[in-house]
């Protein structure tokens, strides 16, 4: 059943951001403040110390939260990840950095993954010139990502874009409402929020 509660409640439960919030509003700017502090009246009490599985399930859980996916997506991952030869770790987080909603994320154009998926879901994104309206759709290399001109006038849009703060990954070029995927992804900007051998482990139970 898809979570429809505060999203802030899921950051405070993991310990870290998320991405799930607008960087700079009012929402994001409380997590921050709360962050350390679990969610629910006795957040502020010690914890006991979890178990190996619970660290796997808790790892697995931050990566279906941060890229917005369910149980049924994140396994179809996974088991195509493990079938190839090499780090089942890294395919599976270049699997999830080349879905369309991501990467419209990371090229700067959506202030949080859910809005990227949301300008994907009503058609506001071209992949090389005909729209593409499934935020699942894995972008391959060379592979032209274009906003449309009025959609980026939407005010949070604009701030977005014109966020100068916004680092593109190397592996994206992006000039002006168009960008590239150059490259394969690599998995390092996951992992260093992620620890994806968790993950790894316990799907492979």
């Not at 994140?74 to 369309?100: C, D, I, P, W």
């Not at 991501?102 to 010139?129: M, S, W």
């Not at 966020?163 to 590239?180: E, H, I, M, S």
């Amino acid at each position: 059943m898809k979570y429809t509660g505060p999203k802030n409640r899921l950051a405070r439960r993991e310990g870290m951001d998320l991405g799930l919030k607008t960087p700079g509003s009012k929402s994001h700017t409380r997590l921050l403040k709360k962050l350390t502090v679990p969610p629910g009246q006795h957040g502020v009490q010690r914890r006991k110390k979890i178990s190996e599985h619970a660290s796997q399930l808790r790892e697995k859980q931050k990566l279906r939260t941060m890229f917005g996916i369910n149980e049924t997506q994140m396994k179809k991952y996974f088991k195509t990840a493990s079938q190839k030869k090499g780090n089942t770790a890294f395919y599976l987080a270049q699997f999830l950095e080349k879905r369309l909603d991501n990467a419209v994320y990371r090229l700067g154009y959506a202030p949080t993954r859910a809005a990227a998926r949301q300008l994907v879901n009503h058609g506001h994104v071209t992949i090389n010139n005909k729209r593409m309206n499934v935020p699942s759709y894995l972008v391959k290399v060379d592979d032209l990502i274009t906003l449309n001109e009025k959609t980026a006038k939407i005010p949070y849009i604009e701030q977005s874009v014109s966020n100068k703060d916004n680092t593109v990954p190397q592996w994206f070029d992006r000039k002006a409402l168009t960008g590239k995927l150059l490259s394969e992804p690599d998995f390092d900007l996951i992992n260093r929020q992620i620890r994806l051998r968790l993950v790894v482990e316990f799907y492979s139970r």
